[in-house]
Structures are given as structure tokens and as C-alpha cells.
């Protein structure tokens, strides 16, 4: 995983959370739904649906939620197994919870805001169950910052981790035809004082 993370700039891990906690944090996505509000996009923040459909709840203590800690510390060891390999210097994990509507898009963009360069890795966990290939809902990785150029093509299997870095890599994620929900975060380095 650590060698095709480095190699191509991307990685699954497809079992990363098993079927028991992933219906434990399907219901409690579900049961969140009232907290979700519009996604916003850019360094200011704005709301631009043509752009971006989801609405996410920004999770700030995964611990803290009933059920939680497992999943906290697979994180955690993620952390420190990429630290050790990788050398990225990862020291928090930002993460919200997010949801597609039917139809809903994000537009080809990079998870980098202008002047802020510290969200190292990408980290997307997907809670979807039964997911089909004809849903959609795709995560379009590509090759270059051309949005009609090559592109790897994830499914938002539940459970599955989608991991990629954040530096440069232009990403969108494709209608789909059902709710599509996910957790999804950035680690980031220290900021350098
Ligand atoms: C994002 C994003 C990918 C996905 O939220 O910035 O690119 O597959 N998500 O949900
Ligand atoms: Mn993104």
C-alpha cells in the first residue's frame, strides 16, 4: 500500500473498516442527516452548488463519537505507519462527514486551498452499502491537471479507503444516482514556524 501510495500518488484500502463498523457508521451517518449543511468551496468559503453538491458535518473528535475509538485508532496507526515509511510529517486529521444528494457532483478540483499547502494526504472512507457499478458516484483520479485526460476510476465501495496526495492531483467525484456518503478528511503536516 505504502509503495503504490508512493509510486503512483494513490491507494485503496478496501477493508478498512469491516461490515460490523461500517453499518455502525452508516446509521450513524444516517442519523446526522439534520446536522448536514451545504459544502462550501475555496479559501473563502463560498457556496457554489454548480460546483459542489454535498453537505457535510465536520467531525472534530472521531474518539468522542459512541462507537468510535476503533476507528480512531486505525487512523492513528495509519498516521504513524505513513510517518514511518513515507516521511510525510502527518500530525492532524481534519474530517467531516459528507453526503451526495442523487445527482449530486464535485467538480474536477485540487484539495489544496492557495496559500495553504500543509493537507499532505487525502483520506476518503466510504459508507455506501450494496453500491453498484451503474450507481455512479465515481471518485475520477487523474493523471494530469487535464479534466478530459486520463483518469483512475474508484467506486465508493463501503468500507473502502481512498487515499491519495493531496499535492497536485486533480480529483472529481461524478453524479451518482443514490445518497452517497462517505467520511472524508486530510491529514496535514505542522505548520512550520
Ligand atoms: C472532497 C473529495 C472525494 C470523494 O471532498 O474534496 O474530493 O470520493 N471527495 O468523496
Ligand atoms: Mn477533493
Known amino acids: 500500500m505504502v509503495a503504490e501510495l508512493l509510486a503512483r500518488g494513490w491507494t485503496l484500502i478496501d477493508d ?3 461490515p ?3 453499518r455502525l457508521w452508516r446509521d450513524w451517518a444516517l442519523a446526522q442527516r439534520a446536522c448536514l449543511t451545504p459544502a462550501r468551496v475555496g479559501r473563502e468559503r463560498r457556496l457554489d452548488p454548480a460546483l459542489r453538491g454535498d453537505r457535510t458535518l ?3 473528535n472521531l474518539g468522542e463519537v459512541e462507537g468510535g475509538a476503533p476507528l480512531a485508532a486505525r487512523f492513528e496507526q495509519l498516521r504513524l505507519c505513513l510517518n514511518r515509511d513515507c516521511l510525510l510529517g ?3 486529521l481534519e474530517l467531516h462527514l ?5 445527482g449530486g457532483h464535485y467538480a474536477p478540483h485540487h484539495d489544496r486551498v492557495r496559500d495553504d499547502d500543509t493537507r499532505m494526504l487525502s483520506c476518503v472512507l466510504y459508507l455506501n452499502e450494496a453500491w453498484m457499478a451503474d450507481d455512479g458516484g465515481e471518485l475520477q483520479l487523474f493523471e494530469s491537471d487535464d479534466p478530459h485526460g486520463e483518469a483512475s476510476s474508484v467506486q465508493p465501495l463501503g468500507g473502502r479507503l481512498a487515499l491519495f496526495l493531496a499535492e497536485g492531483r ?5 453524479a451518482s444516482r443514490r445518497e452517497r456518503w462517505s467520511l472524508t478528511g486530510w491529514f496535514r503536516r505542522r505548520t512550520s514556524v
Open 16 to 18: 478498512f473498516l469491516p
Open 170 to 174: 486533480l480529483h472529481e467525484v461524478r
Open 20 to 22: 460490523s463498523e461500517l
Open 90 to 92: 502527518l500530525d492532524t
Open 98 to 102: 459528507a453526503c451526495y444528494p442523487p
Open 58 to 60: 465536520w467531525i472534530d
